[in-house]
């Protein structure tokens, strides 16, 4: 049952994706692009999606999901600097290419070599995360000692 | 084109039903980064399987309605040093912030997270200070 949940979600996300226009970079670029020719239809994506999800996450206050226990409890970690940097990291990808994770895998069997060469980046980007950080970690502390 | 907005309004609905299904259903944030992330860590092998059903079927749904919908091409860079870039900072930062356009922005706006709200802010101002660096003044896309 969780599984087929899963399959309806993922499919009905894809579809949702390709219709709305945002596997085409363009667009996503388009809306990004405030000094350029600028392209609205982000804004209604966001604001479409808006809709079932609210409805959705005040259904979660009086009962509880079909196939588990309890939801999803809020992250209390509050605005730290991973957020950030990480949210900086990921616009300016966004931002360069004009695909983010969702649309990528939505796009890859139509995308072309470009978008399975993004895909592969990103998968590479994510796996080395840790690693990453650990070096940034460092690194400061390096600075600091000399500083 | 002028119908843009609606195909964009239909198109983010379907999306807000996706993350209202997985959620009601199986309790769980429909997070593409997280999912597709998910697919790497095998620790529990349950939630693995959902995941690899998950990214599976966002795979293979446009895959087979891109024709029937006459839905266009992606216009994604021919660079491959741009898009390969691109693709490692979308991967280290959605990481590194935990979420990505549909878990902070879908999910977390509508649960009025500030988390959410705060990551979603963060990225699209990257996103337009990085369309106005790399297209405007360096003419890289």
Same mark, same amino acid.
């Given at each position: 049952?969780r ?5 309806? *979600?993922?499919?009905l996300?894809g579809?949702?994706?390709?219709? *709305?226009?945002? &596997?085409?970079t363009?667009?996503?670029q388009?809306w990004?692009d405030?000094f350029?020719?600028?392209d609205p ?10 809709l ?13 999901p ?7 409890a809020?992250?209390t970690?509050?605005i730290?600097?991973?957020l ?8 300016i990808?966004?931002?360069l290419?004009g ?7 939505? *796009?890859? %069997? ?9 895909? %592969?980046a ?12 650990a070096?940034f970690?460092k690194?400061?502390? &390096? *600075?600091?000692?000399? &500083? | 084109?002028?119908m843009d ?5 239909v198109?983010?609905v379907?999306?807000g ?7 009601? !259903?199986?309790?769980r944030v429909?997070g593409?980064s997280?999912?597709?992330?998910g697919m790497f860590k ?5 939630i693995?399987?959902?995941n690899l059903a998950?990214?599976s079927?966002l ?8 024709r ?5 091409p ?5 660079n ?13 930062g959605t990481?590194?912030?935990? !979420? ?7 999910c977390?706006?509508s649960?009025f997270?500030?988390?959410g709200?705060?990551a979603t802010?963060?990225y ?8 106005v660096v ?8």
């Amino acid at each position: 049952m969780r599984i087929l949940i899963s399959l309806v *979600s993922g499919a009905l996300f894809g579809l949702g994706l390709i219709i *709305s226009g945002m &596997t085409d970079t363009k667009k996503v670029q388009g809306w990004l692009d405030i000094f350029g020719e600028w392209d609205p239809t982000l804004a209604f994506v966001m604001g479409g999606a808006m809709l079932p999800m609210v409805i959705a996450w005040k259904a979660t206050q009086v009962r509880t999901p079909l196939t588990a226990d309890k939801f999803p409890a809020a992250n209390t970690a509050g605005i730290d600097r991973d957020l950030i940097i990480g949210s900086v990291f990921f616009g300016i990808g966004w931002g360069l290419a004009g695909l983010c994770p969702g649309p990528a895998i939505a *796009s890859l %069997s139509f995308g072309g070599s470009s978008g399975v060469v993004f895909a %592969s980046a990103m998968i590479i980007g994510m796996l080395s995360t840790r690693r990453l950080q650990a070096f940034f970690r460092k690194a400061e502390n &390096t *600075s600091k000692t000399i &500083t | 084109m002028p119908m843009d907005w609606i195909y964009g309004l239909v198109g983010g609905v379907l999306i807000g039903c996706a993350g209202a299904f997985l959620l009601l !259903g199986n309790g769980r944030v429909m997070g593409a980064s997280g999912l597709v992330f998910g697919m790497f860590k095998t620790t529990d092998r349950r939630i693995w399987i959902e995941n690899l059903a998950f990214v599976s079927a966002l795979f293979i749904a446009p895959m087979l309605f891109v024709r029937p919908l006459n839905i266009g091409p992606t216009h994604a860079s021919e660079n491959v040093i741009v898009v390969a870039i691109a693709g490692l900072a979308v991967g280290f930062g959605t990481r590194l912030a935990n !979420g990505c356009t549909s878990g902070h922005g879908v999910c977390g706006i509508s649960r009025f997270s500030l988390r959410g709200i705060a990551a979603t802010m963060a990225y699209i101002l990257a996103g337009a200070v990085s369309v106005v660096v790399f297209k405007h003044l360096l003419g890289a896309i």
